[in-house]
C-alpha cells in the first residue's frame, strides 16, 4: 500500500457519545485534539506527537456521567483508524518496541500487527486520578486500541513514583512504537510480513 494512502475518517455515534477521528500515520505530527478530557487530550497529544502522527479528534459524550464512555470509544476509533489505514498491512515492519522514560518513571511498550488481537497493560498507580481521568481506565484505554486496531501490544511500567509521569511514558512509548512497527520495510516489497500470507 502507497504510504500517500495510509489516512483513515472513523465516526462513531452512540447514546452516549459522538466521536470523529481522522488519522495520517505518514504525517509530522501535526494535532488538533479535543475530548473534553483535558488528561487525555495531554496523552493522544504527546502520543501522535511522539509517533509523527497526525491526528484529529473531536468527543463529545456524556462526561455529566464520567469520562469512561468518552474516553474508550475515542480509544475504539483510534484503533480503527489504525486497522483502517494499514489497509492489508503490506510491507510494514510490522513488529516494534520502545522504552520511554520521564523523569523518574520509565514506560516500556512492544507492539506486534499481526491482525491477532491482544494486550497486556502491567502498571501500577497509586492516585485514583491524574486529571479528569481514572488510572483504572488506563489499562482499559489501550485494550480498547489494541482490540480495534488488531495488535498485539503489551505495555509496562517498570518503575516511578507520580502517576502522571507512568501514564505519560505509556503513551510516548506507544506512539514510538507504532511509528517504527508501522513503516514501510523496502525489503520486502510489498509483501505481507507474515509467513501465512495475510495480516
Known amino acids: 500500500m502507497p504510504a500517500s494512502t495510509r489516512t483513515a475518517s472513523i465516526e462513531r455515534r452512540t447514546g452516549e457519545t459522538s466521536i470523529e477521528l481522522t488519522l495520517n500515520i505518514d504525517g509530522s505530527g501535526m494535532v ?53 489505514a494499514l489497509g492489508e498491512r503490506r510491507g510494514l515492519v510490522r513488529t516494534a518496541h520502545a522504552y520511554v522514560p520521564m523523569d523518574e518513571a520509565l514506560g516500556f511498550v512492544a507492539v506486534d500487527l499481526s491482525g491477532r488481537p491482544y494486550c497486556v497493560v502491567d502498571a501500577d498507580f497509586v492516585t485514583p486520578r491524574v486529571g479528569q481521568l481514572g488510572t483504572d481506565l488506563v489499562a482499559h484505554l489501550f485494550e480498547s486500541i489494541a482490540m480495534h486496531g488488531r495488535m498485539n501490544l503489551h505495555a509496562r511500567v517498570l518503575y516511578g513514583r507520580n502517576d502522571h509521569h507512568k501514564v505519560e511514558a505509556l503513551f510516548k512509548a506507544l506512539g514510538r512504537a507504532l511509528d517504527t512497527a508501522t513503516r514501510i520495510d523496502e525489503r520486502l516489497g510489498g509483501a505481507i510480513p507474515s509467513t501465512k500470507g495475510v495480516l
Open 32 to 84: 488538533d485534539i479535543a475530548t473534553g478530557i483535558g488528561f487525555l487530550d495531554h496523552m493522544l497529544h504527546l502520543f501522535a506527537r511522539h509517533g509523527l502522527f497526525d491526528l484529529k479528534v473531536r468527543a463529545t459524550g456524556d462526561l455529566h456521567v464520567d469520562e469512561h464512555h468518552t474516553a474508550e470509544d475515542v480509544c475504539i476509533c483510534l484503533g480503527q483508524a489504525f486497522d483502517q
